[in-house]
């Protein structure tokens, strides 16, 4: 059963000056313009320019807008399983690859749906899973053709699945390619930020029982893992999320979702693709974070965001300051960088970036 509904509220948002200087500076605190209507809590945005952008969150809920966010185009999505039974899936993963929208519905039963961007309504299954066992956490595309899920271990390793036709046919990665998850090793459905992609290379995220870093440089066919210094061990702990700016540098953040607060162990960045990682702003950065992504044409700028607000660094990482107390799960830049999406609980956020306001400068961290 589909239902389309019509979102016309404007957003609205802010700036004000920004004063530049070779220190970083400590903000006052801003809050982020948001839309509060959809009854999700949404996990996974994707912007594929300023004025087109899709998101899926639970309730069975997919987005579009075509127009920035002046009017959005959603349809909530009830599937009837093979024992007729009627489900709502819950997404957590989104992408618009070749004019349609994919969202995947991370328990079991696994969809992923289709939804063609002219018409959402028109939406169709392109894939189901029935095991009891899965768990999907992410989707990311290399390009319009070629695209990466995974999920929680099934048997002893991650499920893995790969797309060469723009994810109309899924083919799962055979265990004996990937290296094997360790006792109580999973994945956190989160923000959509499990996989990083560029060039052929991808980065998967793990955490729980162990937090480490599988990667592989020729679009799924050979794996390696890494481990991580990140805290570990505990149920929800570990890596929550991971970028790569190019095939070398990349971030990885996460920490421990009981205690948000604890700010050590929970973000490392490399510099050679992965072989090695090195914890950054031990006891001076943000705590628990569950997203992490890189400003486009900003080289050395990360943001954090989480549901204890928002931080941004300017230097890989090293020093952090924090612009909004908002709570959000997740967050896009559009292509230039310059207006950061953010998608949380019944609401999805835009704002101009920099978040403007008044400064005072802080003491750099060297280490």
């Known amino acids: 059963m589909l239902n389309r509904i019509k979102n016309r509220k404007l957003f609205s948002y802010f700036f004000l000056l920004f004063i530049l200087s070779s220190n970083y500076f400590a903000q006052s605190y801003q809050s982020i313009p948001s839309i509060e209507s959809f009854n999700s809590s949404i996990r996974s945005i994707y912007v594929e320019d300023e004025n087109h952008i899709a998101f899926a969150g639970s309730n069975g809920l997919i987005g579009y807008t075509h127009n920035g966010g002046e009017t959005w185009d959603t349809t909530r999505w009830v599937v009837t399983t093979l024992g007729d039974s009627m489900i709502t899936p819950s997404f957590r993963s989104c992408s ?32 189901s899973n029935y095991d009891e066992e899965t768990f999907w956490d992410s989707m990311q595309f290399w390009d319009s053709n070629n695209g990466i899920m995974m999920g929680d271990p099934t048997g002893d390793c991650l499920s893995v699945y790969l797309t060469n036709n723009g994810g109309d046919d899924w083919n799962r990665v055979d265990c004996s390619i990937l290296p094997p998850t360790l006792k109580g090793e999973a994945a956190f459905a989160a923000s959509n930020g499990n996989i990083s992609c560029h060039g052929s290379h991808a980065w998967i995220a793990t955490g729980g029982g162990a937090s480490r870093v599988f990667h592989t440089p020729d ?3 050979t794996w390696e893992v890494t481990g991580t ?5 505990g149920t929800m702990t570990g890596a929550f999320a991971i970028a790569f700016k190019n095939e070398r540098e990349g971030i990885i953040i996460g920490g421990d979702w009981e205690n948000q607060d604890l700010n050590s162990g929970n973000i490392a960045y490399t510099s050679d693709g992965g072989d090695n990682w090195m914890l950054r702003s031990e006891g001076a ?6 997203c992490i992504i890189w400003r486009p ?8 965001i989480g549901s204890k607000g928002i931080d941004r660094s300017l ?4 020093n952090w300051e ?3 107390n908002d709570s959000y799960f997740t967050g896009r830049f559009s292509p230039n960088g310059n207006i950061l999406w953010l998608a949380g609980n019944k609401k999805i956020g835009k704002t101009i970036w920099p978040i403007i306001s008044e400064s005072k400068s802080i003491e750099k961290n060297e280490y």
Not at 99 to 111: C, E, H, K, R, T
Not at 315 to 318: A, F, H, K, R, S
């Open 96 to 127: 618009i690859t070749q004019d349609q929208i994919l969202a995947v519905a991370i328990a079991s039963p696994g969809f992923i749906i289709r939804a063609p961007i002219k018409d959402i309504a028109s939406s169709s299954v392109l894939y």
């Open 219 to 221: 679009k799924g066919l």
């Open 229 to 233: 210094p990140l805290i570990q061990g």
């Open 285 to 290: 950065g943000p705590g628990y974070r569950s």
């Open 297 to 304: 044409n900003h080289n050395s700028e990360c943001v954090a």
């Open 315 to 318: 230097d890989n990482g090293l």
């Open 322 to 324: 924090h612009v909004s």
